[in-house]
């Protein structure tokens, strides 16, 4: 038996970078593959591997690092470069990434905010900007720090053009609706 049939090697990608957490027979690894944004995540110390269900923004993966906690609460970053790059974060394990520091997004103007019906006791909010690309951001903090969430940047995204939040938007209901064009559509 060769050793891609021993360990089902069906991963093929430029993989760049590297980081894996916890301990023997129970290792969590992230790899970023090169020339795109795609991240590879594994929690069977390698035996299988997922890809992201929504990768950061960029053109490449420059770099990942899994905190020390992931076994726990499943945090992550990632550093990517070219159009829309950033820094980004996840926090279910390495399926979505969402972008949490600007490198090179461009803000021209805020075309839509829609605050949480709850936004007295959660500070929470919602943006739509539009600039090179257009975003979706989200606030927990009122405005001080935000999160770009969705992005025309995404291959199927055409445009986004109103943010709306379901009545019932609360901690266990986030419920968040996005009115734009997909392929087209």
Not at 69 to 95: H, I, K, M, N, P
Not at 109 to 123: R, W
């Amino acid at each position: 038996m060769d050793s891609d049939t021993a360990y089902d090697l069906s991963l093929d990608a430029d993989i760049i970078s590297l980081d894996l957490v916890g301990e023997v027979g129970a290792i969590y690894l992230l790899a970023g593959e090169d020339n795109t944004a795609e991240i590879w995540h594994s929690t069977d110390s390698g035996d299988s591997w997922n890809s992201t269900k929504k990768a950061p923004s960029g053109d490449k993966v420059t770099s990942v690092l899994m905190t020390p906690e992931f076994a726990s609460y499943g945090r992550a970053y990632v550093a990517t470069s070219g159009a829309e790059s950033a820094l980004s974060c996840t926090v279910d394990g390495g399926a979505t990434w969402n972008q949490i520091g600007l490198t090179d997004t461009e803000i021209s103007q805020i075309d839509d905010l829609a605050p949480s019906p709850s936004y007295s006791h959660d500070n929470t909010l919602f943006m739509l900007t539009e600039g090179s690309k257009l975003s979706l951001w989200r606030s927990l903090s009122g405005g001080a720090r935000w999160e770009r969430l969705y992005s025309s940047a995404m291959a199927e995204v055409d445009s986004i053009d109103r943010v709306g939040l379901s009545p019932q938007y609360s901690n266990g209901n986030q419920v968040v609706f996005i009115a734009g064009m997909s392929n087209g559509r």
